[in-house]
Every structure is written in C-alpha cells, then in structure tokens.
T-cell receptor, first 112, second 114 residues
Framework: KQEVTQIPAALSVPEGENLVLNCSFTDSAIYNLQWFRQDPGKGLTSLLLIQSSQREQTSGRLNASLDKSSGRSTLYIAASQPGDSATYLCAFGETSGSRLTFGEGTQLTVNP | GAVVSQHPSRVICKSGTSVKIECRSLDFQATTMFWYRQFPKQSLMLMATSNEGSKATYEQGVEKDKFLINHASLTLSTLTVTSAHPEDSSFYIC??????????FGPGTRLLVL
C-alpha cells in the first residue's frame, strides 16, 4: 500500500525566502503526482501535475520535481509571499484517473 | 480550469438526522467522482469512488449503508450521511474527473453534528 510522507509538517519563513517542501512515497509504481494548495476551511487548488515520465513542472514561482527512483518529490517556491501561506498537499495517482493518495500536508506560514 | 461546486458549504444538524451533500461539475461531464473526508489537521482520506450509472466503490472501513452515494448523472453526485452522529462531523470534499486525468476538487462541505 502506498504511503506518502510530507516533511516538514509545518514551516514558517520570512517573506522573500526561497523554500522547498518535501514529499516521499514508498511505492515507485506511480502514474502521476500532484501538488495542491489548501487554504483554511477551503477545498483544494491544483498547483502542478507531473506525469511519471516527467521529472519536473513549472508554473510561475513554483517548481515541482519528481524522482521515482528515490521515491521523492519536491515543491520549490521562489521569493515567497504572505499570500503563499496555506497547507500544501502532495498526492499520487496509481493509474490514469484513479484515486489519489494524499500526504498529510505541510502548513506554510510566510511572515511579512 | 474546470469548476466543481458543492452544496451546502456548511451544515449543522442534530444527531440522528440525515444530511445530503451535492457535488456538481459545472462545465464538464464527470464520469467519475470521488468523495473524501478530512478531519482537522489531517489529510484527505478517500471514502468512495462513484461512476455514473453504477454503484459506488467504498474504501475499507467506510460503511456503505451509512454513507449513501448516488451518481445519477454525469454532472451530479450526492453523498447522504444517514443517522448522523457527532463523530461524523468533518469536512467532506468531492472531486470530479472527466475525460482527462485531472481531478477537480469542490470547495468542501463542513458538517457539524450536535
């Protein structure tokens, strides 16, 4: 059974800092990986989707990487802003369009 | 991107009553919808997968008679929490998938059972 771990559980940084969120998984037989953002009491916003054949995806200040051999994915946020404060979740799909297995998230606080 | 709505956004009910939550895909046809539950400070846990026109597939430990799922059309799935109890209080989130692989998530429904 796939297990997903996110480290750290919480992170507080000053505005402008570059940061990396980590996600590890136990089974390399994944189909794709997604990073989501969740604001308190809200649903999920998809940030980046990486297929298993890809190594990274970029969107604005966000860059997500995938290394299946080591069972790791990272989300890099450049020049962080207070508006980036949220919980970030990674999730893996086992097959095309299948259920997602979520990590427990990293709660990020960017201080002005 | 595609839009998924949920209704209601928040509901408070008495113990023993039933609550229905709707999940709609507004601008695409969702062949598959997923229902998740999220307790405070925890991640999303999949409860069930529903395909239009067929019975839902429930995850281990989720009571199908307590959490009734109906996916009667390509744009609507409903989750009914029957005889709700305080331990059912949680944040319920649905997601919908069309022809593409991406799942689009609804804004969630906060259920509080008194």
């Amino acid at each position: 059974k796939q297990e997903v771990t996110q480290i750290p559980a919480a992170l507080s940084v000053p505005e402008g800092e570059n940061l990396v969120l980590n996600c590890s998984f136990t089974d390399s037989a994944i189909y794709n990986l997604q990073w989501f953002r969740q604001d308190p009491g809200k649903g999920l916003t998809s940030l980046l989707l990486i297929q298993s054949s890809q190594r990274e995806q970029t969107s604005g200040r966000l860059n997500a990487s995938l290394d299946k051999s080591s069972g790791r994915s990272t989300l890099y946020i450049a020049a962080s802003q207070p508006g980036d404060s949220a919980t970030y979740l990674c999730a893996f799909g086992e097959t095309s369009g299948s259920r997602l297995t979520f990590g427990e998230g990293t709660q990020l606080t960017v201080n002005p | 991107g595609a839009v998924v709505s949920q209704h209601p956004s928040r509901v408070i009910c008495k113990s023993g009553t039933s609550v229905k939550i709707e999940c709609r895909s507004l601008d695409f046809q969702a062949t598959t919808m997923f229902w998740y539950r999220q307790f405070p400070k925890q991640s999303l846990m999949l409860m069930a997968t529903s395909n239009e026109g067929s019975k839902a597939t429930y995850e281990q430990g989720v009571e199908k008679d307590k959490f009734l799922i109906n996916h009667a059309s390509l744009t609507l799935s409903t989750l009914t929490v029957t005889s709700a109890h305080p331990e059912d209080s949680s944040f319920y989130i649905c997601s919908a998938r069309g022809q593409a692989e991406t799942q689009y998530f609804g804004p969630g429904t906060r259920l509080l059972v008194l």
